[in-house]
């Protein structure tokens, strides 16, 4: 895939509140499922899902599995450019406050 269709693509996966939110949660916290992110975000699972399909195509995510439950993960492989990119969206969003909740529920996820 050349550069710029696959920038396209990652812009395109990135073109969403929900889809950054979920970046920028998984940059902080390692493998969370669907559920988690779910009770961390507040969309719907269905939506959680579909997002997080789009992270995957657009190679920005992974995920694995841990018996029942699949566990998503920012893609430790993407190219340097690439995470450059990734690593200054969230630093730019560090201080936005859906951001902050969203960091804080998950501190607090493995309470529920």
């Known amino acids: 895939m050349t550069n710029l269709k696959k920038i396209t693509k990652i812009l395109k996966a990135l073109s969403d509140e929900g889809r950054i939110r979920i970046i ?3 940059n902080k916290r390692n493998n969370l499922c669907v559920g988690e992110i779910t009770r961390i ?3 719907s699972q269905p939506t959680i899902s579909s997002h997080l399909k789009k992270l995957q195509d657009a190679e920005i995510i992974t995920h694995s599995k841990d ?5 998503y993960n920012l ?5 340097e450019q690439v ?3 990734l690593s200054l969206i969230i630093q730019v969003l560090d201080e936005d406050e859906s951001i902050r909740s969203d960091v804080s529920r998950s501190d607090k996820i493995d309470e529920i």
Do not use: H, R, S, Y
Not at 67 to 71: A, D
């Open 67 to 71: 018996g029942l439950w699949i566990n």
């Open 75 to 79: 893609d430790e492989n993407v190219e």
């Open 41 to 43: 975000i507040g969309l």
């Open 83 to 85: 995470k450059k990119f």
């Open 24 to 26: 920028a949660l998984l």
